[in-house]
C-alpha cells in the first residue's frame, strides 16, 4: 500500500522559514517523480514544485521560484521542501504527491497534508 | 501558462442521474488531461489520466472524453458518495494547472 505523510508545516512570521518533509512507503520510491501541491482551505489547487526521480530535474511554479527549494533523498524514501522568505499567500495546504511515472504529472497518491500558516 | 477551465462551477443532481463536467482548456493540451476527486477534509484522489483512462479500483460508471481543448468526465449513474469538488489538471506544459473545480452535490 502506498504511503505518504508529509509533515513539518507549522505557524512562522512573515520572512521565516520552514521545511517540510514527507517519508513515502509502499512503491520503489526511487523511480517515481515526486510533487508538492498546495491548497488554500475552502479554495482551489496549486501546483508547486516537482523532482524527477534521481532529483536531478526540478520545476517550480514562478509564485514559489527562488524561495522554495524541492529535494530528496532515495536511501531514506524522504522528499523535502524548503520554504524561506515566506509570505502570508503562502499559507496553505501542502500535499506530497506521488506522480503516477517519472514525471508524468499525473499525481496518483497523495499525503493527508500539512497546514502552513504565515502570519505575524 | 495554460489556463483551464472547468463548468459548472457547481451542481446538484439526483441519485441516479447522468451528470457530465466540462473542463476546457486555453490552449492545444492533446490527451495530457487529468481528473481527480476531492470530498471535504480529504485530500484528492486520482480517477482518470489522459483524458480517458480510469484509474485502478475508480467505478465504471466514472468516464471521461476528450482531446485537444475540451474535454468531459461523466458519471453515468451518480451515487451519494460521489458527492465531492472534482478538478481536472492538464500535464502537458509546466506550470501543471488545475481548473477551478466543480462542486457536485446530491439533491
Known amino acids: 500500500e502506498v504511503r505518504l505523510s508529509d509533515s513539518g508545516g507549522g505557524l512562522v512570521q512573515p520572512g521565516g522559514s520552514l521545511r517540510l518533509s514527507c517519508a513515502a512507503s509502499g512503491f520503489t520510491f526511487g523511480t517515481y517523480g515526486m510533487t508538492w501541491v498546495r491548497q488554500v482551505p475552502g479554495k482551489g489547487l496549486e501546483w508547486v514544485s516537482s523532482i524527477s526521480p534521481t532529483g536531478s530535474l526540478t520545476y517550480y511554479a514562478d509564485s514559489v521560484k527562488g524561495r522554495f527549494t524541492i529535494s530528496r533523498d532515495n536511501s531514506n524514501n524522504t522528499i523535502q521542501l524548503q520554504m524561506d522568505s515566506l509570505r502570508a499567500e503562502d499559507t496553505a495546504l501542502y500535499y506530497c504527491v506521488k506522480d503516477r511515472g517519472q514525471l508524468w504529472h499525473q499525481f496518483e497518491y497523495w499525503g493527508l497534508g500539512t497546514l502552513v500558516t504565515v502570519s505575524s | 501558462d495554460i489556463q483551464m477551465t472547468q463548468s459548472p462551477s457547481s451542481l446538484s443532481a439526483f441519485v441516479g442521474d447522468r451528470i457530465t463536467i466540462t473542463c476546457r482548456s486555453s490552449q492545444t493540451i492533446y490527451t495530457y488531461l487529468n481528473w481527480y476527486q476531492q470530498k471535504p477534509g480529504k485530500a484528492p484522489k486520482f480517477l482518470i489520466y489522459?483524458?480517458?483512462s480510469l484509474q485502478s479500483e475508480v467505478p465504471s460508471r466514472f468516464s471521461a472524453s476528450g482531446s485537444g481543448t475540451d474535454f468531459t468526465l461523466t458519471i453515468s449513474s451518480l451515487q451519494p458518495e460521489d458527492s465531492a469538488t472534482y478538478y481536472c489538471?492538464?500535464?502537458?506544459?509546466?506550470?501543471?494547472?488545475f481548473g477551478q473545480g466543480t462542486k457536485v452535490e446530491i439533491k
Open positions: 489538471q492538464q500535464s502537458f506544459r509546466a506550470p501543471w494547472t
Open positions: 489522459s483524458a480517458s
